[in-house]
């Protein structure tokens, strides 16, 4: 056994996985692919993951997962809510026009998911992202800054949509990325609709 084969363990296959599906697709990636991108054996990959499929969710949630974490941490940064909220949005507006930002539609690709499941995780993969911003929402809320949308309305989800909106236009007027002034501007638009 050499050394990349006992040192690789489950994160390194992951990341691995990771940039082989962002750069082939899920269909092209096969197992064996892995595998030997890592330096291990077929049988050495199937015992930390069953199936590609098993492989590719794990990929999908590490994806969210550092995301969340990455929102979260900009957000601790800032000393009031609607700073947090830019902050975070930056965060998940770079992902969202990143080189990284194919990963959610490889969801699409993976036809080895039934449709229900691939609800399903995509339901996860949302609620996942869009924890940091809830909570700040929530925190506002509880202090009396903003008032609550209601139960069935989300307004990181709201907030999220009006930055894809807004990142669609851009891209259709040629500018490349967002500025500061536009996160702002999306916060501050949601933020004055909901203030009591």
């Known amino acids: 056994m050499n050394t990349r084969t006992a040192s690789i363990g489950r994160e390194g296959i992951l990341e691995v996985a990771e940039t082989l599906f962002m750069e082939r697709g899920y269909q092209a990636v096969s197992i064996r692919d892995i595998a030997q991108a890592c330096g291990v054996t077929n049988a050495a990959?199937?015992?930390h993951f069953p199936?590609?499929?098993a492989l590719f969710r794990e990929v999908l949630d590490q994806h969210a997962t550092r995301l969340s974490n990455q929102m979260r941490a900009a957000g601790k940064e800032q000393d009031d809510h609607k700073s947090q909220l830019v902050a975070m949005l930056s965060e998940y507006a770079h992902l969202a026009s990143g080189p990284r930002s194919a990963m959610f539609?490889?969801?699409?690709?993976?036809?080895?998911l039934d449709r229900k499941e691939m609800h399903a995780q995509g339901k996860q993969?949302?609620?996942?992202?869009?924890?940091?911003?809830?909570?700040?929402?929530?925190d506002a809320i509880e202090l009396g800054e903003l008032e609550s949308?209601?139960?069935?309305?989300?307004?990181?989800?709201?907030?999220?949509g009006m930055l894809h909106a807004l990142m669609m236009h851009r891209k259709a007027c040629d500018f490349d990325t967002l500025s500061e002034e536009d996160l702002k501007m999306t916060v501050d638009i949601l933020w004055k609709?909901?203030?009591s």
């Open 105 to 112: 539609s490889l969801r699409r690709e993976a036809k080895d």
């Open 193 to 195: 609709g909901m203030q």
């Open 149 to 160: 949308l209601g139960k069935d309305t989300s307004p990181a989800a709201l907030l999220t």
């Open 45 to 47: 990959l199937y015992y």
């Open 125 to 138: 993969l949302m609620l996942s992202m869009l924890a940091p911003l809830e909570e700040v929402f929530e």
């Open 51 to 53: 199936n590609k499929v």
